[in-house]
């Protein structure tokens, strides 16, 4: 396995460190994996973007041939719903570790919007197949988990909501009220992925069901809401710098007085919270190896630009500027050291589950995405005015990039809480150190010396 080229993908250094950790099924589905993508996903990634129809009416309604084609090829090789951990979910899961997924999503990052759609792991289904998975009745599990561990719909989870500081969860507003055997939900959300997809079949809503409760975390429910369900009103696409994103897009959704069976109702009322924090944790790394991916193909694609012995500015080839070599190392050492911190919190959650990972996930969540753009922004620079067109996927890399800044929580939040995190190790910090101070004490009185310091 040495000589694979995932130590070209990872470099040699961080497979070391995980190879003897990976099963044979593992190591053997890796190495389908990266077949897959290279020889199959990144040659049709152009044309899945030129198979998405321009017109505004017809882009929002169409599946795209390729993309439905590489799905197919994906299921037959086994590579399939990769992401669902047969250690945490034996009923539907695969033979697979966090860890172990996390290195092949960082593969499937190099595919950008279509490469873990192709093999069924992309968000937002993914963190919701989890949810059905862990807190899905039986029932919830047959209609929606089966069709989308099939690959035979889509979904979406509508949290966000519009003229709200949704950065706080709890501060939700729409409502979600029982009528007699119904549940009756209006509300206003916006940014829900994946809910201009033709395929999407349900809606994961979040809001709230008990507005009074005294504990702020229970206060909230999630409800399983059908796409064609009366009053679900899907207004627009929202545009990421120009971008749509179609045909999945990210919805402005107005649900007016919709009406769900109460059967509809995940795990129980006011459990809202806690089903979001289960189904965050894990998605979050996922977006973050997938985001080494896009880093490691931007470098790439910069070595190949600098490189290009057509190519010279002031008499020097580019690679011989120094200022871009510079950026080259400087983008080496930083996806090296955002890879162990990812690699990292997939390992704490296969040993402790998400909860147990809280720190690793959220000093991830706040260091990759930032990491990645820094990287995708060199790239730019190298290719000049070319970096910012559709003539390359750089743009939209940059711009999808941006987005998890906020997605799954901001920076800001991540780095309050690791920041409070830190702070509650004081007081065992004064006491250690106090304690080292009187044994100082006790050496210079016994030694007869008096401190230069």
Not at 192 to 215: E, F, Q, T, Y
Not at 408 to 432: F, N, Y
Request: glycine residues 8%.
């Amino acid at each position: 396995m040495a000589s694979h080229p995932i130590v070209e993908l990872t470099s040699p250094s961080s497979w070391a460190m995980v190879e003897d950790k990976f099963s044979p099924y593992a190591k053997e589905t890796l190495a389908k994996l990266i077949s897959f993508m290279d020889n199959e996903v990144l040659p049709a990634l152009r044309v899945a973007h030129a198979q998405v129809p321009t017109d505004p009416e017809t882009r929002w309604k169409t599946v795209i041939p390729i993309v439905k084609d590489l799905k197919a090829k994906a299921r037959k090789l086994g590579l399939w719903n990769l992401f669902l951990s047969k250690k945490h979910y034996p009923k539907f899961g695969v033979d697979l570790t966090n860890l172990e997924y996390a290195v092949m999503a960082e593969v499937l990052g190099r595919g950008g919007q279509f490469g873990s759609e192709a093999v069924n792991c992309s968000a937002p289904d993914t963190g919701n197949m989890e949810v059905l998975a862990r807190y899905g009745s039986p029932e919830q599990q047959e209609k929606w988990l089966v069709p989308l561990l099939n690959g035979e719909i889509r979904s979406a989870f509508a949290m966000t909501e519009r003229f709200v500081a949704s950065s706080d969860a709890t501060n939700i507003r729409t409502s979600i009220r029982q009528d007699g055997n119904e549940i009756v939900i209006n509300g206003h959300k916006w940014w829900i992925s994946n809910a201009g997809d033709p395929r999407c079949a349900l809606h994961l809503v979040l809001g709230k069901s008990d507005p009074n409760n005294k504990d702020r975390y229970k206060q909230q429910s999630i409800v399983i809401v059908p796409t064609n369900t009366p009053g679900v009103k899907i207004i627009r696409p929202m545009k990421v710098f120009g971008y749509d994103d179609a045909p999945e897009g990210h919805c402005e959704i107005i649900y007016d007085n919709v009406r769900v069976p109460l059967s509809n109702l995940v795990l129980g009322w006011g459990r809202g919270f806690e089903i979001i924090q289960g189904r965050l944790g894990p998605g979050r790394i996922h977006h973050c190896m997938r985001s080494i991916g896009l880093a490691q193909m931007a470098l790439d694609l910069m070595i190949e630009r600098v490189t290009d012995p057509t190519r010279k500015t002031f008499g020097k080839y580019l690679y011989e500027h120094g200022t871009v070599v510079a950026d080259i190392a400087r983008s080496r050492a930083e996806i090296e050291s955002a890879r162990l911190l990812v690699l990292s919190a997939a390992l704490q959650i296969d040993k402790f589950q998400a909860k147990g990972a809280l720190k690793e996930i959220g000093i991830a969540k706040f260091v990759v995405p930032s990491m990645a753009l820094q990287v995708v922004d060199r790239a730019i620079q190298s290719f000049g005015a070319e970096g910012v067109s559709q003539d390359q996927v750089l743009a939209a890399t940059w711009a999808g990039l941006r987005t998890l800044r906020l997605a799954d929580g901001p920076d800001a939040v991540h780095i309050q809480q690791i920041g409070q995190r830190e702070l509650k190790r004081a007081p065992g910090i004064l006491k250690r150190h106090a304690e080292i101070k009187q044994k100082e004490k006790q050496l210079f009185e016994k030694y007869g010396v008096k401190a230069h310091l």
